[in-house]
């Protein structure tokens, strides 16, 4: 049998890999908004000055924006289906890791 010790630098393990993936997943979320947001303003020549403080990002924009992304989301969605895939299935290997091995339960409630 398996020390406690053992066991919870294997929950950290499996910890950290779901972390990682999660961050790799929203890297991939951020790549493809920063792209869709260079797609928008370089197909729209911004003509209109109108000073300073003043937004440029018209209605038009936010709807050619949410096209992109949606585009972009489609044209990448076999990765973020196999990161979300992955993701899904780590949380649930800590979850039975934690149940079957009564990690992070209080003794209580630890019944055999």
């Known amino acids: 049998m398996r020390s406690y010790r053992e066991l919870r630098a294997r929950l ?15 890297i991939v979320e951020r790549q493809i ?3 869709a947001e260079r797609m928008t303003t370089s ?8 000073g300073r403080g ?4 018209t209605r038009t924009d936010e709807r050619d924006f949410q096209a992109n992304i949606a585009a972009l989301r489609f044209e990448r969605r076999g990765e973020i289906d196999a990161l979300s895939r992955k993701l899904a299935r780590q949380t649930g290997a800590i979850a039975a890791f ?11 409630e630890a019944v055999s």
């Open 54 to 57: 003043t937004a440029t990002w």
């Open 98 to 108: 934690r149940v079957h091995h009564r990690i992070n339960e209080p003794e209580r």
């Open 12 to 26: 950290a393990r499996m910890e950290v890999a779901r972390a990682e993936t999660e961050h790799y997943l929203a």
């Open 43 to 50: 197909t729209r020549v911004k003509a209109r000055q109108f």
């Open 33 to 35: 908004e920063a792209r």
